[in-house]
């Protein structure tokens, strides 16, 4: 089994930054990517960021672009966003794909959620 938790969120003013962290823990061999995604109420779940771990290739939604950035170290991935507006509010969850032993095909994981809310 695999267990992701996040941490960071919280509230702050429209404008500042947030940096969101998801570490993985257990059953690990190697993490395909990571992502993260966001729920806002009265919304469909959208994807917000998503990095391959073997190229570091990353994808953003155009809503976020240039204000957010995703990272990765080893088993944790980040979510660095600045310049946040009043609709980033969310909850956001982090998402990998991770392989448990050689030749096994990867799995989805998703973290907790954490809430992100920020004031006008």
């Known amino acids: 089994q695999v267990q992701l938790v996040e941490s960071g969120g919280g509230l702050v003013q429209a404008g500042g930054s947030l940096r969101l962290s998801c570490a993985a823990s257990?059953?690990?061999?190697?993490?395909?990517?990571m992502g993260w995604f966001r729920h806002a109420p009265g919304n469909q779940r959208e994807l917000v960021a998503t990095?391959?771990?073997?190229?570091?290739t990353t994808n953003y939604a155009d809503s976020v672009k240039g204000r957010f950035t995703i990272s990765n170290a080893k088993n944790t991935v980040y979510l660095q966003m600045n310049s946040l507006k009043p609709e980033d509010t969310a909850v956001y969850y982090c998402?990998?794909?991770?392989?448990?032993?050689?030749?096994?095909?990867?799995?989805?994981?998703w973290g907790q959620g954490t809430q992100v809310t920020v004031s006008s």
């Open positions: 990095i391959i771990t073997s190229s570091s």
């Open positions: 257990g059953s690990i061999f190697s993490i395909n990517h």
């Open positions: 998402n990998m794909n991770v392989r448990s032993g050689w030749g096994s095909r990867g799995y989805d994981y």
